[in-house]
């Protein structure tokens, strides 16, 4: 499942638009007074002003055996989340590894590196090992109809966990992370999951809106 293009809302973005083109070193595709644009390898990230946001939590591909090297370049930059008092997190059952840090917003970043995918490369890491977008957190106590919802767009499978309490969508390439925020805090910080407004394209093109999708067709 493919995250093309993620949008996502600040009120702070100067310092969001620091961070990601200074310390993630990614590359600044637009800016303006009201938003910027990032590339992540093959997906867009961008930053819309708002008054105000909820913090998100966003994943990104990385390359698939690098998470060592991940870990070193980003401590030189910015404040590692520690999982379970563990710098890197095990995802064995995925067969992936992943690191979690703060933007200057507090949304929580995670580099995952998933062996699935065996993405192999050796150069030293850099912000050409961020592949792409490949999880965004949906905070609802209503699953079933956002998996519903979800599935008359275009039919998705459950990758891990129930409707319940977390459920993961779609595969290795790109996940919707189903957060019950009565019954689960976010990894790894144990803070309450907040919703957080965002917009996607890709594989999926929908907006996320005060706890709600609305699709393209329902915009007109």
């Known amino acids: 499942m493919k995250i093309s293009e993620l949008t996502l809302f600040t009120n702070n973005l100067e ?3 620091q961070f990601y083109t200074t310390v993630l ?3 600044l595709v637009y800016a303006d007074t009201e938003k910027f644009i990032v590339k992540i390898g093959v997906s867009s990230l961008t930053f819309v002003k708002a008054k105000k946001s909820n ?3 966003f994943a990104i591909n990385i390359s698939s055996y690098k998470i060592e090297e991940a870990l070193y370049w980003i401590q030189k ?3 590692i989340l520690l999982c379970e008092g563990e710098q890197i997190a095990d995802f064995s059952n995925w067969n992936a590894e992943a690191l979690y840090f703060y933007d200057a917003d507090g949304n ?3 580099f995952i590196a998933r062996k699935d995918l065996n993405i192999i490369n050796s150069h030293p890491f850099s912000a050409t090992d961020l592949i792409n977008i490949s999880e965004i957190g949906i905070v609802s106590n209503d699953h079933k109809t956002i998996y519903e919802k979800l599935h008359a767009m275009r039919p998705i499978s ?3 966990g129930s409707l319940d309490r977390f459920c993961a969508l779609g595969n290795a390439e790109g996940l919707f992370i189903l957060v019950n925020n009565t019954k689960k805090k976010w990894f790894p910080t144990q803070e309450e999951a907040l919703i957080a407004d965002f ?3 890709g594989d999926y093109n929908f907006a996320f809106t005060n706890g709600q999708i609305i699709t ?3 915009y007109i």
């Open 199 to 201: 917009q996607v394209k």
């Open 108 to 110: 929580i970043v995670e």
């Open 25 to 27: 070193e990614l590359p």
């Open 55 to 57: 913090p998100a939590h």
């Open 216 to 218: 393209e067709k329902e």
């Open 15 to 17: 310092d969001q638009k």
């Open 77 to 79: 930059r910015t404040a």
């Open 158 to 160: 459950i990758y891990d």
